[in-house]
């Protein structure tokens, strides 16, 4: 192939948090398709969380990205070149792309998408990874009860607003806990929370207070640290509080820190447990029939903050753990 393949490689495992010199910007040929490989342009790819632990040579759900190799992205593009009887030039696809602007390889756990059904980033948010996170981790592992008072902290982001706006098609009271007037008002006027506390500007603690006065049932944490403390002194007697991220914790340069409140799910006889996406795969394609005919409704939104150019990768990452993107972060590759 004459195309030009702009990559961008892990370079080193970062201390703290990842920045351009982690990366190395390389651009290479095209190479030439094998038994049952694909070449996929990349059009959009997700930027999560997620990646900065990928980073890490530590045992996890999934093996670290290695050193030279193409930093692994979540992403949907076009097949432009197949080898692979099951996918055909034309077709749509969401799969691991890597930050790059072409995949050459087969597509292990590759799906089909369908642009006209969709816009394509929408694959991305709710009706991909982040959706069915959202999905499966507050209903299988909260078992959210109408009634229930659930808090989300990063309500803003990606996977926080898809679950505020599931718990409330579930009945429940939903306080969100995000970062700004601006996000703030996003969760209340366009998503349907009941109440938000604003960590920035206000006391967590009194926020708490004042949101969930008979306590919180349901705990959906994607940040850890201090606000995970906070809301343990607040849980309801029954609790569940799902472990979904710990954004706050994934660029410490020094021990991750535990959960100093532990206690308070001894007394009040709570649950905490944690959730990988990819344990519910088999059940991806049922969850996202549901999650569009909500959609289709008008009882779902999904938000994507769209970025521009692949070049812009490293500090587009960045967003992520500075805390200012509005809803699904995805780079448009060019």
Request: glycine content about 12%; overall charge neutral; charged content about 20%.
């Amino acid at each position: 192939m004459s195309q030009t393949n702009r990559q961008f490689l892990l370079a080193k495992r970062p201390v703290g948090a990842a920045t351009r010199e982690t990366f190395s910007y390389v651009e290479n040929p095209v190479g030439e398709l094998g038994p049952n490989q694909i070449l996929v342009e990349n059009l959009y790819l997700s930027l999560d969380p997620a990646m900065r632990g990928w980073m890490n040579d530590a045992k996890s759900y999934i093996p670290p990205v290695g050193i030279g190799e193409v930093m692994r992205a979540l992403g949907v593009g076009k097949v432009i070149a197949s080898n692979n009887p099951a996918f055909a030039v034309g077709d749509h696809v969401n799969g691991a792309l890597g930050v790059q602007d072409y995949f050459l390889g087969e597509p292990r756990g590759f799906y089909k998408v369908d642009p006209s059904r969709a816009p394509l980033p929408l694959y991305l948010s709710a009706l991909g990874m982040t959706g069915m996170t959202a999905y499966f981790a507050f209903l299988d592992v909260g078992q959210p009860k109408a009634g229930d008072t659930v808090v989300i902290s990063g309500a803003a982001g990606a996977v926080g607003s898809v679950v505020g706006q599931i718990a409330k098609i579930k009945g429940c009271r939903v306080v969100g806990i995000a970062g700004g007037a601006e996000k703030c008002k996003l969760l209340i006027d366009e998503l349907g929370f009941d109440g938000v506390i604003d960590y920035k500007s206000e006391d967590l603690h009194a926020g708490l207070k004042r949101e969930c006065p008979k306590g919180v049932d349901v705990y959906f944490d994607n940040v850890g640290g201090e606000i995970l403390d906070a809301v343990l002194t607040r849980i309801a007697p029954k609790a569940r509080i799902v472990i979904c991220g710990a954004i706050s914790q994934y660029n410490n340069k020094e021990n991750v820190k535990g959960p100093a409140n532990y206690l308070s799910l001894l007394v009040n006889r709570a649950r905490m447990e944690g959730f990988v996406v990819m344990d519910y795969a088999a059940q991806f394609a049922d969850a996202a029939k549901e999650m569009g005919g909500w959609m289709a409704e008008g009882k779902l939104k999904s938000k994507e903050d769209i970025v521009e150019g692949l070049e812009t990768f490293p500090e587009t990452l960045g967003k992520l753990f500075s805390g200012e993107n509005f809803g699904k972060l995805v780079l448009k590759v060019r």
